[in-house]
T-cell receptor
Framework: DTEVTQTPEHLVMGMTNKKSLKCEQH?????MYWYKQKAKKPPELMFV???????INESVPSRFSPECPNSSLLNLHLHALQPEDSALYLC????????????FGSGTQLSVL | GEDVEQSLFLSVREGDSSVINCTYT??????LYWYKQEPGAGLQLLTY?????DMKQDQRLTVLLNKKDKHLSLRIADTQTGDSAIYFC?????????????FGTGTRLTVIP
């Protein structure tokens, strides 16, 4: 199993809604990542979890709240988002911190109305 | 280590070779990667090269690294219509013990039948 699974595939939410994005991997990877990709742009790192602890937060606004409940799961809780937060949100994992291969999920396409 | 550049577009005829180029600025990069992204999908790791290597070949893919000029290229032999996608190069930086990928702007490859 070399998959990183993200749900949902698509999400439409209003600016007052609370929603969560989910990511799961069963490769035994201990580093997990959230990236944000705007249309026609490269992905940009948001958060890195290492052994279930947050190790990098790239100055992301607090309306994005990551959570790593166990070594296989990574969530991104969304609250009071803005229309400019509409993007493809990609989850990735690697065997360990500094591991050379990052495997990406297929992403959640988020639209904020 | 955050300035990774690629040309935006490349068109080739089916059966020809494609060469996608990338320049990066940080000489302390440890790994350099090529990812493929099809429309509406996540990133698929195609291949990667350690910074002390000059070349890596994997079936139809050949990666060349010129560390002196900080230039990376991906050659796709016998290009097929299924190779049409956006190709991102990325360099890996180790920060605070975690992996962080900096992506190039992406090259949209169009294969003409």
């Amino acid at each position: 199993d070399t998959e990183v699974t993200q749900t949902p595939e698509h999400l439409v939410m209003g600016m007052t809604n609370k929603k969560s994005l989910k990511c799961e991997q069963h490769m035994g990877h201990r580093a997990m990542y959230w990236y944000k990709q705007k249309a026609k742009k490269p992905p940009e790192l948001m958060f890195v979890y290492s052994y279930e602890k947050l190790s990098i937060n790239e100055s992301v606004p607090s309306r994005f709240s990551p959570e790593c409940p166990n070594s296989s799961l990574l969530n991104l809780h969304l609250h009071a988002l803005q229309p400019e937060d509409s993007a493809l949100y990609l989850c990735a994992s690697s065997l360990r911190v500094g591991g050379e291969k990052l495997f990406f999920g297929s992403g959640t396409q988020l639209s904020v109305l | 280590g955050e300035d990774v550049e690629q040309s935006l577009f490349l068109s080739v005829r089916e059966g020809d070779s494609s060469v996608i180029n990338c320049t990066y600025t940080d000489s302390s990069s440890t790994y350099l990667y090529w990812y493929k992204q099809e429309p509406g999908a996540g990133l698929q790791l195609l291949t990667y090269i350690f910074s002390n290597m000059d070349m890596k070949q994997d079936q139809r893919l050949t990666v060349l690294l010129n560390k002196k000029d900080k230039h990376l290229s991906l050659r796709i032999a016998d290009t097929q219509t299924g190779d049409s996608a956006i190709y991102f190069c990325a360099e890996s930086m180790h920060e605070t013990g975690a992996n962080n990928l900096f992506f190039g702007t992406g090259t949209r490859l169009t294969v003409i039948p």
